[in-house]
Structure formats: C-alpha cells, structure tokens
C-alpha cells in the first residue's frame, strides 16, 4: 500500500505559499469527523503582511480594462479545468456533492460575468456633467486601492469570490479572509489563482478565526473599502473602526444565498469605486 | 602588483587582527531574534528617529526640495512628541539652502564631499570641495575613500587623503565612507577602518557605504566595523562613532542595527553623537511604527508625507 502523503495547506499572500506568521495552525476534520490538515490560523501581522502585499501590487489598476478582463477569464479557464477538484474541496463540510459541484460551476460563471464588466462599467457609472460655464465637466471612476474582504461561513468558494471578484475588476487589490467553517477551498483556490496570469498580490487569500482579524481590518488605515458577510457584532465593530479613516463599508446578510444572480453586478462593482470630477476648459 | 596589494593589507591585519566572516554572520544572525515591545520599541524607535541622517543625493534635487527636507527634518511628523532628526545630507551646492533653514537648530547639515560618490577626482578639487562645503555652513563633511589606492596596496596614501580631508574640515565632524561593497571581504573592510581610525579625531564616523553601488550597509558590515571601533576604543581610548548608510528602509531594520551596537558597543554608543543612520525612507516607516504603537491602527503609508502608495 503506498504511503499517504499529508499536504500543508497553505495560504496565498503576495503570490507566494506562507504559512501564519505566528505558526498557528487549527486541524479540519471532515463530516465524519475524520482529521483533514492543519489550516494556518493567521494573524493581525499575516494581515498586516497581506496588505503590503496588496500595496505592491498596485500596477493591476494601471493594466487596460480588456487585459483585466482576459485575466478574469483565464482565471474561470483554470477553475473550471480543476472543478472536480474544487468540488471535493467544498464536499469536506457540505454533505451533498450535487450542491457542491454547482458551487463551482456558478462561480466559474460569476468569474466570466466579471471578466465581461471590466470595460463597460465605466462607461454606465461615468458620466458628462451639464455645467454653466465654458467647460467640459466629466465625471470618472477610479479604483478605492485596497480591499479588505470578510466572506461568510457557508458557500466557502462562491460566498469568497463573490465579494472579491466585483473589487478586482475594477483595479482594486484585495485582501480576504476565507470561511472560517470551511478555510480549505480558499487555500485550493489560492493554488489555482498562482497559475491564472493574476499578477502577484492582487489577491491575497487568508484563513484562520475572524476575531483575531476582524479589528485589525476595521482599523487598518490602509485598507479604504471593506466588502463583509458577519453578523451584527462584527458589523458594528467593522463601522466604528472604518470611521478612523473613512473607510467605505459594505455589509452582507451572512445566510446569503449567493448562487442567486442578484449576488452579482454593477452595484457591487460601484462598492469599491471612487468618483472624480474634473473640470476642462473649452477650447484649450 | 597583486603581491604588493596583498602584503600591505596582510601587514596591517597582522596588527589589527582578521576578521572570522562565519562567526560574524552567526552573531549578527541573533540579532534578528531579540524581541523589542511596547515601551522598549517606542525607545528605540525614538532613538532611531533622532540618529537619522534624513538624505538627498540625487541629479534632480533643488533647493526647493532641499528645504522640503529641512522642514521634514526639524518636524518629522504632526501630533507625535518625537525628537528631531540628527542632520541632513545633501550634496555641496545645496549646503547654502539648508543652512538658511536648519542653522541654529538641533539639525546639522551634513555634506557629502571628495568627488561622491565615486571619489575619482585629483586630490585639489576634492579638498576645495570640502572647504567650499564647510564655508557654506556644513557641520559635518562625509568623504569617501580612494577605494582604488586602497586596493592598489597604497594604504599610506589613503591614510594621507584622509588626514588633508580632516585638516580641510576644520571643526567640522569628518565621516569616512570605506564603501564596504567595493573592498570585497570582511577583512578589507576591518583593515580599512582601522586605517581611517588611525587618523580621525574622537567623535569622527566611519561610514558604511554611498548607497549608489548595489550593495549598501548589511549587519555583517556593520559589525565588522563595530567591533573594529570596539577594539580600537579598548586600545587607545579613543571613541569613534559609526553610520551605516543604504539600504536601511524600515524600522525593524533600524532596531536591529540598535541591537547591534547596544551588544557591541554598550550604552555609551546609542545616542546621535556616536551612532547615525543614513537613510531617506526610513524616517517615514519609524514615523508610522510610532503612529501604529500611539493608536494602535496600521498606518497607510502616504500619511507620512510621501507620495508613495507602497512599502
């Protein structure tokens, strides 16, 4: 009988495979109680190292709306050529694995639909201003920068990538906190992202107790939009720490029921935007 | 010429001692591991901050920047109680434009001179440089050394264009930059300090490096030079003081260098008489460390009067 090998989950942070700084880690048992891997339990400084990671990878708002968009899709290209795995992932802790391959297959459709918006919102969120004066006034939107993303416990791939796709297509960096029931198809997802042309650090996967990130996350003043699936506790102290810097905070019932295509669009794509105005004298 | 090159060196290190490259980098290996919390990290950051060498050398730099400098040397940041920092660094021509500013204050102006960075000039202009530096109001004149002599062997006449670099300063403080990252071994480097202490007055620096060359100050340098101002002090009594300059960005950096000469050099060694950083970005990331340690948020870092979005 061959030997078995164990993997070590490990989390995708600035392109490269870390575990938690701290060197915690919680074991993951599947339904029947059967022990899985030691997930790494991160911590505020993994997220602290998360968000510099991010940061230098600001040069994905800079690529054109087209290249963004071919990257979305290579990234639903690289899902979908591993859905059997994927949906094993998630059948760790969702009983039926009908319910689990269609996880899949709607996030790889999710991953399409945002690959199709990264050059059209901004020609229905912009906007040309009727002024008074001799003056083109436009209106255009530009990335917030970085994301903080807190998914909910259930759907632990489509729950993820439905509050990280809509920030990402539009320039911004993000960095997510995965399920915390159901950390390991983030950490498979993490494996499939490093091989899908997504530039290193644009997205930054991390697992491990929401109550050890969840203030750093509200307080972070370089974090300057927050995209969150929790309860009421979480979300007031979400909102009282993004009054530090002023951070945009949008907030999601965490029984979402996300495969539903009203979990998707440009509102959740307008979540993570900035709006500039600026003013252009006629004929100069 | 490589035999006399390699006899002068090895005559000098037979005095002096050589360096064990191994156990220097297991010792400055540790340093990494001490842990600094709380109260002792707010010291230390503190203390960072009041050794900085906050530097300009760049083609583009104009008095306008220079002045910006200034400001930013004299009031690091808004709403923190720190101190000043030790000194500015610019370049000759812009001495007269920091000085309409940080004369009479804590900050000295410190001046690179001798042809920096590459010190290729005849020994005349070089020592007009300096004296044009110190008339323009410079505290403090960091030189480099003939690291071509140097390795030539010629280490009298290295000796020698340091002291006429010290007569040509005057009072002012006299740094020697040895450009670690050009002498190639641990031993040069040892043997290039003490050649430079030979000659300095106490309180002069020894230098690490420009910054212009790819490698810049590590810890392993750093040491190096620590325990050659160590044994130097042990047999003569005379008390050099050390900079280490490029490639020191952040403050966990910072505070390991501090670690380094707290174990070498004891307590007498950190203040900013004897011990500076050279640096133009680490002031910003000690500031934000200060700010995340006063608020207890992390700090974005275009806060901090850069325009950089990144680390």
Redesign the interface.
């Known amino acids: 009988m061959p030997l078995k090998i164990t993997k070590t989950p490990k989390c995708y942070v600035g392109g490269a495979f870390i575990r938690s700084e701290s060197g915690a880690v919680s074991p993951m048992h599947s339904l029947s109680g059967e022990f899985i891997a030691n997930i790494p339990q991160c911590s505020r400084k993994d997220l ?1 190292n998360a ?2 990671a991010a ?2 990878a ?1 040069g994905w708002a800079k690529r054109s709306a087209y290249n963004r968009g071919q990257i979305l899709y290579r990234m639903a290209e690289m899902l979908d050529a591993r859905a059997s795995e994927m949906a094993d992932a998630i059948a760790i802790t969702e009983a039926d694995k009908k319910t689990a391959a269609a996880e899949v297959q709607v996030t790889i459709d999710r991953m399409v639909h945002y690959a199709g918006w990264t050059d059209k919102y901004e020609a229905l969120l912009g906007s040309v201003n009727p002024v008074a004066s001799s003056h083109f006034n436009f209106t255009v939107t530009e990335p917030c ?1 970085i994301v903080g993303i807190i998914a909910a416990d259930p759907f632990p791939l489509l729950g993820l990538m439905s509050l990280v796709l809509p920030a990402i297509t539009s320039g911004n960096t993000v960095v997510a906190l995965a399920s915390s029931a159901a950390p390991y198809p983030a950490i498979l997802l993490g494996e499939m992202l490093a091989t899908s042309d997504l530039p290193a650090g644009v997205v930054n996967l991390l697992t491990g107790k929401r109550s050890d990130m969840i203030s ?1 996350f509200a ?4 974090i300057s939009s927050i995209a969150a699936a929790v309860n009421q506790t979480d979300a007031i102290t979400l909102q009282q ?1 993004a009054a ?2 002023l951070k945009r905070v949008s907030l999601f019932d965490p029984e979402t029921h996300w495969t539903s295509t009203e979990s998707q669009g440009l509102d959740l794509i307008r979540n993570h935007l900035e709006f500039k105005t600026t003013w252009h004298p006629v004929g100069a | 010429m490589p035999s006399r090159n390699l006899s002068a060196i090895r005559r000098l290190l037979d005095e002096v001692g050589p360096v064990d490259p191994t156990g220097i980098e297991e010792r400055v290996a540790k340093y990494g591991t001490r842990s600094v919390k709380k109260a002792a990290k707010v010291f230390g950051l503190n203390l960072a901050v009041s050794m900085v060498d906050l530097t300009t050398l760049e083609g583009k730099d104009t008095p306008g920047k220079v002045a910006s400098l200034c400001q930013k040397a004299l009031h690091p940041h808004q709403g923190l109680d720190c101190p000043t920092t030790a000194a500015v660094c610019v370049y000759p021509a812009m001495v007269k434009h920091a000085a309409k500013i940080v004369k009479g204050t804590e900050v000295k102006i410190a001046s690179v001179a001798t042809a920096f960075p590459s010190g290729q000039a005849p020994l005349k202009t070089r020592l007009a440089e300096v004296k044009a530096a110190v008339a323009d109001g410079a505290d403090e004149i960091d030189m480099v050394i003939n690291r071509g002599a140097f390795l030539a062997g010629e280490l009298s006449l290295v000796q020698d264009e340091i002291a006429s670099v010290l007569e040509a300063c005057g009072a002012a403080t006299l740094k020697v930059i040895l450009e670690t990252s050009e002498l190639e071994t641990y031993d040069n480097i040892r043997a290039a300090s003490f050649l430079a202490m030979q000659v300095l007055r106490p309180g002069d620096f020894i230098k690490t490096s420009t910054g212009k060359t790819s490698a810049n100050a590590t810890l392993g340098n750093n040491q190096v030079m620590l325990e050659a101002i160590r044994d130097f002090y042990l047999s003569t009594g005379t008390e050099i003081a050390m900079k280490p300059a490029g490639g020191i960005r952040t403050a966990k950096q910072a505070l390991t260098f501090l670690i380094a000469v707290k174990e070498t050099l004891g307590d007498a060694w950190l203040n900013n008489q004897r011990y500076r950083f050279g640096a133009s970005g680490l002031l910003n990331d000690l500031l934000r460390q200060l700010v995340k340690e006063k608020t ?6 275009y ?1 901090f009067s850069e325009s950089a ?3």
């Open positions: 602290r968000v510099e940061a230098k600001g920068g750093t307080t972070h003043a370089h720490g530090e810097n | 207890g948020c992390y700090q974005a870092p806060h979005s990144s680390y």
